[in-house]
Every structure is written in C-alpha cells, then in structure tokens.
C-alpha cells in the first residue's frame, strides 16, 4: 500500500487554502453609498421644526465579497403633542457606515428656554418659543463627520417666533422677531438613483401667537415638512428623503413625523447582489458597468459575489 508524506510545505498550503475559503481574505471591490437618516419629528402648537435626516454621499468604498453587512434604513422621528419633545430620526447604516437621524423639534414653554432648544442630530431640531428670548436649535453632524453631514436648526426670534430645522445643506430659519417662524434648511442632492434627488430638508416652524403678524414656516427642500398655520398640524417629512417634520400651529394638536430615510448602493456588474429577509429593497441595471440597490425600509444583511 502506498504510503503519502505530508511535509510542512503541503500543510501550509492547505492551511492557506482553507483561510482564502474561510472569508479571510476575500476579494475586494469598490462601492458608491449613498446614506439617508430618518428625519426628526416635531412637536404641535407653536414649536421648531424637526430636523432632517443625515446625509452621506460617500464613493469608491472598499467591501469584500461573500461577506455579510448589515443594512438598516432608518424610520422617521415621531410627532408628539404639543407639552412632549418630538422624536429624533433614526440612523441609515451600511456595514460600519452610517449617517445620523435628525434632531427632534423643540417644545413650547416657559422661560429660560432650555427646555425649549432643538435636538441635536444629522440636522438639528429648530427652537420652540418661551415667552422670552434664548431657544436655539438643536446642532447639527452630529456623527462629526468631514464633508458635514446636515447643519443646526434656526433659533426662535424674539420671545414668540419658531425656529426651522436644520437640512442637510443649509441651517434652519430663525424666528422673526414675534412674527413669521423659521423654514426649514435646505436639503443636499444625490444623483446616485440615476437622477437628482434632494434629501433631507428640514421641518419649517409652526405658527405662533394668532393675535400677532405670525406665519409657519415653510419646508426645506427634500421633504421637510411645512410648519402648520392658525389650529393646523404640521406636515410629516416625506417618506424616503429623511424630511424634518413640520411644527404644529397655534391651536394645532401634533407637529409632523419625520420622513424615513434611505440607502442607495452601487455596484460593479461583475458582481451579485444577495438581500436578506428584513428589507425592502429593488436593483435597477446594469447600465454603464454597474448595478444599483435601493433600500426603502427594514433592516437585515446582504452580501456580494
């Protein structure tokens, strides 16, 4: 019977082999994300607008293939009445990337005022008012990202003006000095979907007291919600573009939701998709060399081969 030597060479061949198969040292391969927070809620009767989501537009990232990732989309802050703080957006995630939901509107109240200060988050929550002066939006990257990934909600203006919340490319209105509430800030474009697409705009403020001059503000661009006039809600973020919700108007009953965000990913066509259970997603392609995944909503792993 023959006799087969195994020599040290041919173990760590083997070795080496069985790593390579294990996922050690999987091929690598490049991705384009495009990352969407959810957008914060706001708060009703007289309050700040929410915040829009974070927004990251990242390129040439480096994955591996036959390797599990985590993705989630994150869900839009929640409304509240008018005496609780709005809830801020939740985070967009792709692997260990992220982007950071946006900041909640702040209340109306009594003085100082703090009480009164939007939420800090990807974009930050614009100011309640107080009855006296000293509410300020709520700051914005909160993620300390580098380019910034949304900026600060407005102030109120005066003792009785509303800010607006921060979007992903401008800061939020401040109140006018007892008169019209801050907009929202404008949002941040992408053309990762294959078109333009403004995201994450922030909510405008809501209307303060009826026997002064006073209007809502308006919604920022990429589906911030408008603030709510005389005994009106505010308007919910737009679903999909991490949009801050509106405030609630004088006499109004709930600010707006925060809209949910998104994740967009692109790919090389040499490579495949694999979504797990958990998320709502569509690929459109190939076209130009490579495929596009977008995620809609849920949270689950998905993986390249």
Same mark, same amino acid.
């Given at each position: 019977m023959a006799?087969?030597?195994?020599?040290e060479?041919?173990?760590?061949t083997k070795?080496?082999?069985t790593?390579?198969r294990?996922g050690?040292?999987?091929?690598t391969?490049?991705l384009?994300? %495009? %990352?969407v927070?959810g957008g914060?809620g706001?708060?009703g009767?007289?309050v700040?607008?929410?915040?829009g989501?974070?927004?990251?537009n990242l390129t040439?990232?480096?994955?591996?293939?036959?390797?599990?990732?985590t993705?989630t989309?994150g869900?839009g802050g929640?409304?509240n009445q008018?005496?609780?703080?709005a809830?801020n957006g939740s985070n967009?995630?792709f692997?260990?990337l992220f982007?950071t939901?946006?900041g909640g509107?702040g209340?109306?109240?009594?003085?100082?005022g703090?009480a009164?200060d939007?939420?800090?988050?990807?974009s930050?929550?614009?100011?309640g008012?107080s009855g006296?002066?000293g509410?300020s939006?709520?700051?914005?990257?909160a993620?300390?990202?580098?380019p910034?990934?949304g900026?600060?909600?407005?102030?109120m203006g005066?003792?009785?003006?509303?800010g607006g919340?921060?979007?992903?490319?401008?800061?939020g209105?401040?109140g006018?000095?007892n008169a019209?509430?801050?907009a929202g800030?404008a949002?941040a474009?992408?053309s990762?979907?294959?078109?333009s697409v403004?995201?994450?705009?922030?909510?405008?403020?809501?209307?303060?007291? %009826?026997?002064?001059?006073?209007?809502?503000g308006?919604?920022g661009?990429g589906?911030?919600g408008?603030g709510?006039?005389s005994?009106?809600?505010?308007?919910?973020?737009t679903t999909? %573009?991490g949009?801050?919700?509106g405030?609630?108007?004088r006499?109004?009953?709930?600010g707006g939701s925060g809209?949910?965000g998104?994740?967009?990913?692109?790919?090389?066509?040499?490579?495949?998709?694999s979504?797990?259970?958990?998320l709502?997603?569509s690929?459109?392609?190939p076209?130009g060399?490579?495929?596009t995944t977008t995620?809609?909503?849920?949270?689950?792993?998905?993986?390249f081969?």
């Amino acid at each position: 019977m023959a006799v087969i030597k195994l020599t040290e060479s041919s173990i760590r061949t083997k070795r080496t082999y069985t790593s390579f198969r294990a996922g050690s040292a999987f091929p690598t391969f490049n991705l384009d994300i %495009l %990352l969407v927070a959810g957008g914060g809620g706001a708060p009703g009767t007289q309050v700040g607008g929410g915040g829009g989501g974070g927004f990251r537009n990242l390129t040439t990232q480096s994955f591996s293939t036959n390797t599990d990732y985590t993705v989630t989309v994150g869900a839009g802050g929640a409304r509240n009445q008018s005496s609780a703080v709005a809830g801020n957006g939740s985070n967009s995630v792709f692997g260990s990337l992220f982007s950071t939901g946006g900041g909640g509107g702040g209340v109306s109240g009594s003085c100082p005022g703090s009480a009164n200060d939007g939420a800090a988050g990807g974009s930050g929550g614009g100011s309640g008012d107080s009855g006296c002066s000293g509410g300020s939006g709520g700051p914005g990257n909160a993620g300390g990202f580098t380019p910034v990934e949304g900026y600060a909600g407005g102030a109120m203006g005066g003792t009785t003006a509303n800010g607006g919340g921060g979007g992903a490319g401008a800061v939020g209105g401040n109140g006018s000095s007892n008169a019209a509430s801050g907009a929202g800030g404008a949002g941040a474009a992408s053309s990762l979907s294959g078109s333009s697409v403004t995201y994450a705009g922030g909510g405008g403020g809501g209307q303060t007291y %009826l026997q002064v001059a006073s209007s809502a503000g308006a919604g920022g661009s990429g589906g911030g919600g408008a603030g709510g006039n005389s005994n009106a809600n505010g308007t919910d973020g737009t679903t999909n %573009l991490g949009g801050g919700g509106g405030g609630g108007g004088r006499g109004g009953t709930n600010g707006g939701s925060g809209g949910s965000g998104i994740v967009i990913v692109k790919y090389p066509s040499t490579r495949t998709i694999s979504v797990g259970g958990g998320l709502t997603s569509s690929t459109s392609g190939p076209s130009g060399g490579f495929y596009t995944t977008t995620f809609t909503a849920g949270t689950g792993t998905v993986s390249f081969v």
